[in-house]
């Protein structure tokens, strides 16, 4: 089975700063977009930022120039530094793996992490 393991989600300052890891771990073959959504409360869920196996990101329109979304393919692991941290950034983060071939030419799959807490609050 694949698992999607999120940590570094906390409580941080206005203007702070954060960074999430995402490990998928289990049998994988390749995966081909790794990412970050978010939900906050009373709203629906939407996109933080996203990786291709390639290095190609796009970023939600709240976060781009605030945060930045890296891979390490090797390791099957997302990051997510959140810089210039705002109380609407305030949401539980969900880490995902998109398009994930569990052997070659397997079917593509997509998983999801349990989510972790961010929350920007003085």
């Known amino acids: 089975q694949v698992q999607l393991v999120e940590s570094g989600g906390g409580l941080v300052q206005p203007g702070g700063s954060l960074r999430l890891s995402c490990a998928a771990s289990?049998?994988?073959?390749?995966?081909?977009?790794m990412g970050w959504h978010r939900q906050a409360p009373g709203k629906s869920r939407e996109l933080v930022a996203d990786?291709?196996?390639?290095?190609?990101?796009t970023y939600g329109d709240s976060v781009g120039g605030r945060f930045t979304i890296s891979r390490d393919n090797a390791k099957n692991t997302v990051y997510l530094q959140m810089n210039s941290l705002k109380p609407e950034d305030t949401a539980v983060y969900y880490c995902?793996?998109?398009?994930?071939?569990?052997?070659?030419?397997?079917?593509?799959?997509?998983?999801w992490g349990q989510g972790t807490q961010v929350t920007v609050s003085s």
């Open positions: 990786i291709t196996s390639t290095g190609l990101t």
């Open positions: 995902y793996a998109s398009g994930l071939r569990k052997v070659s030419g397997g079917p593509w799959e997509d998983y």
């Open positions: 289990g049998s994988i073959f390749s995966i081909r977009a």
